[in-house]
């Protein structure tokens, strides 16, 4: 059992950037594999990336690979999602998860989820 919340979402112009928080409560965060999803209105929710348990090991969404960064600090207990070079099409309610076991691209993995933070990109 652990409790997620997102913060640090908002509006920013396009090409600008937005660092997002993920603070966990509850069990030892550092048993969870982590991930940041996001849903866009009118689409799936989407995988962004994902972090292992120590944070040796990352993913990413092509559409985000390069302007992304996710890294988690366990003795904070929270994982952040830089976002940078940011464009409208990043415009979603950015949601963490998490899951005892290995990271996972699949949104069905997660059991665990925060109740998401709203990032918009203007043009």
């Known amino acids: 059992q652990v409790q997620l919340v997102e913060s640090g979402g908002g509006l920013v112009q396009a090409g600008g950037s937005l660092r997002l928080s993920c603070a966990a409560s509850?069990?030892?965060?550092?048993?969870?594999?982590m991930g940041w999803f996001r849903q866009a209105p009118g689409k799936e929710r989407e995988f962004v990336a994902t972090i292992s348990l120590s944070g040796g090991r990352t993913s990413y969404a092509d559409s985000v690979k390069g302007r992304y960064t996710i890294s988690r600090d366990n003795r904070k207990d929270t994982v952040y999602l830089q976002m940078n070079s940011l464009k409208p099409e990043d415009t979603a309610v950015y949601y963490c998860?998490?899951?005892?076991?290995?990271?996972?691209?699949?949104?069905?993995?997660?059991?665990?989820w925060g109740q998401g933070t709203q990032v918009t990109v203007s043009s």
């Open positions: 998860a998490a899951r005892e076991a290995t990271p996972s691209p699949s949104p069905v993995a997660y059991k665990y």
């Open positions: 509850g069990r030892t965060f550092s048993f969870y594999a």
